[in-house]
């Protein structure tokens, strides 16, 4: 759920309407860094942020665990700072997963501003055809 959410409203951000007024905030860092990986438009950690990370574990309700809530958030920030580092580190936890994303691709992102909007997983990305520059 969190891969879907995420890469569809991140490309909604990139649309021209919205961009320059919203997630151009976030692409001040043309080389990416981990603190930038939090570095947004209010708007953009609602839309982009806090709802794609919780939405799967609030539909959830009682039936999600506290311990599961705080480990999948542990989880996903310390991949968020992972991919916005500017380091592909060959030892990372996450380059382990099958189809997995990479710093790599996000700071092509970053530096051209044009697809990978992925967030864990490149196959939206693949499906999409918006990886097809990088």
Known sequence: MEDFLFY????FLHLDFIYPYIHKKHHEFKDTISI?????????AIIANI??????????????????????????ITETIDGH???EFSWSPFR?????????????????????YSSFFTFWDTIC??????
Do not use: Q
């Open 51 to 76: 709802i794609p990370t919780s939405l799967g574990f609030k539909l959830l309700g009682d039936k999600c665990h506290l311990f599961t809530i705080v480990m999948w958030l542990a989880l996903r």
């Open 129 to 134: 055809g918006t990886s097809k520059h990088y």
């Open 8 to 11: 569809w409203s991140h490309r």
């Open 85 to 87: 580092s500017g380091y």
């Open 96 to 116: 382990l997963l099958p189809f997995s994303g990479s710093s790599d691709s996000h700071s092509y992102h970053h530096s051209h501003n044009i697809g990978n």
């Open 36 to 44: 930038a990986s939090e570095y947004a438009h209010p708007i953009e």
